[in-house]
């Protein structure tokens, strides 16, 4: 079982990067598929999350317009589009497997039995 994270780059504010989460191990109709970041010096933020029951995603506040999260179940691979980027959007982004969503939203670590190596965002002012 392994998640796989990839995407990150250094991108302008205003700009915009897909991250894309590649599992492998099992399905994503059997698990909740999330996403959460965490900056140097700062706890760990859930981000957003896709249902595998019947795709619904759930955001956080403060990326609920600007993010965009989407699963290819052909391709077991969940992506989150990140648009209107901002410079505190720098942080590693992980993506991570859930019983369901608000597992896989959780900041603890408990709650979620798979996550990937992360791969890092960076937006420059």
């Known amino acids: 079982v392994q998640l796989v994270e990839s995407g990150g780059g250094l991108v302008q504010a205003g700009g915009s990067l897909r991250l894309s989460c590649a599992a492998s191990?099992?399905?994503?109709?059997?698990?909740?598929i999330g996403w959460f970041r965490q900056a140097p010096g700062k706890g760990r933020e859930g981000l957003s999350c896709?249902?595998?029951?019947?795709?619904?995603?759930f955001y956080t506040g403060s990326v609920k317009d600007r993010f965009t999260i989407s699963g290819d179940k052909t391709k077991n691979t969940v992506y989150l589009q990140l648009n209107s980027l901002k410079p505190e959007d720098t942080a590693v982004y992980y993506c991570?497997?859930?019983?369901?969503?608000?597992?896989?939203?959780?900041?603890?670590?408990?709650?979620?039995?798979?996550w990937g190596p992360g791969t890092q965002v960076t937006v420059s002012s």
């Open positions: 896709i249902s595998s029951s019947d795709g619904r995603a």
């Open positions: 991570v497997r859930g019983i369901d969503c608000i597992a896989a939203m959780s900041t603890r670590a408990t709650d979620y039995d798979k």
């Open positions: 191990g099992f399905t994503l109709d059997d698990y909740a």
